[in-house]
């Protein structure tokens, strides 16, 4: 480049140009990890807000995380501070967890959800009462079923009126499993 | 890899050569962090000197890049290969930030970005770091003075060196607009930097 050439402004302009700040890229995409619990080998998906999916380690998280989340989901060095010690006692309520992708009425279901202690159960129409929706039991249900935090919200220990134990994500003999640990009365 | 490829119809397309395209064809969450890693810089740049804010700037890349994912998702592996994904993902940049325009279209204008200092790089002496740092704040307050077309025209040509043809694409006008735009808004940059007391 000659003298001539050389514009102080386009030097300038040139000059501008900056990285993206660090750790832009995880509002981006989520973190994603495998780790142990009492129930086998999970896949667990976190944000810089906290947990946001539980489910088994297997060959549907990446498309089940895909379809409910449509974000980028990306390797990460290590799992939640806590949440193996979590699993392993069953008091996840330390834990921070990231609910914006669920509907309002799913995220009060599972705030009710959390407050159950380890060794305890509820009634579905307990949860229902307890958001001041008493007539949506049926909806409560739903709402666990779909519940994106298994374990780390222990939706296991809502149980049906009848004391049967009703369905679970991961399976009604995983459920009376849990709760066997739990010690709990059923 | 062949850069351009025979469709079964005959039709000739550019495709791929562009590694960013061929690891998102392959798998689209490890693809992209490569597209992230490869652009990251690149949309940064335009959307800081575009809005004016850093904190704008951090808010329009990281929905750029979201949407980008999500269009990605309802492609099929053809269309993902073939993708330039340059042009492409500045493509989506600009309406993000045109989307973001028109919701703030009735606040204040851009105002001075580097009110913040910038980091100082470890390889410069901090005398050079001011220095460098007061010339690109009086510049992107130029810039932020021109009109729409003229600073995106100058962003995309000459702050991340992006080619006219491009451009033109990106922008949806003719490479001679561009260049028209290019023109007027360098020669205004000139004039107005040497009445604020030059900038290098």
Known sequence: MNSFDRDPVLTDLAALPMDAPDGLLDRIATRWSRVGAPIGELAVAFTRRGIAFVRPDDADFAPAFRQRFARPLLPAPAVPDGLAEALSTGDGTDLDVDLDAAGEFQRSVLEATRSIPVGQVRPYAWVAAEIGRPKAVRAVGTALATNPVPLVIPCHRVVRTDGSLGQYIFGPDTKRELLKREHADV | ?200
Request: charged fraction near 30%; charge should be neutral.
């Open chain 2, 1 to 200: 890899m062949a850069a351009r490829q025979r469709h079964e119809s005959g039709r000739v397309d550019d495709v791929s050569n562009d590694p960013v395209a061929e690891a998102l064809a392959k798998d689209v969450d490890a693809g992209f962090a490569d597209l992230y890693g490869a652009y990251q810089r690149l949309v940064f740049s335009v959307t800081l000197r575009l809005s004016g804010r850093r904190a704008d700037a951090e808010d329009l890349t990281a929905e750029a890049f979201l949407r980008a994912f999500r269009a990605l998702l309802g492609y099929d592996t053809d269309r993902v290969r073939a993708l330039r994904t340059r042009a492409w993902l500045m493509t989506i940049v600009m309406n993000v930030w045109r989307n973001h325009q028109r919701t703030m279209a009735r606040k204040p204008p851009p105002g001075d970005i580097d009110a913040a200092p910038e980091p100082v790089d470890g390889a410069e002496s901090v005398e050079a770091a001011a220095e460098r740092h007061d010339t690109a704040g009086r510049l992107a307050g130029l810039l932020a003075r021109l009109p729409d077309p003229q600073r995106e025209a100058i962003v995309l040509r000459h702050v991340v060196d992006l080619p006219v043809g491009d451009i033109a694409s990106i922008l949806g006008m003719a490479e001679g607009t561009v260049r028209s735009h290019i023109s007027r808004g360098l020669s205004r940059l000139r004039t107005d930097a040497v009445t604020q007391g030059g900038l290098s």
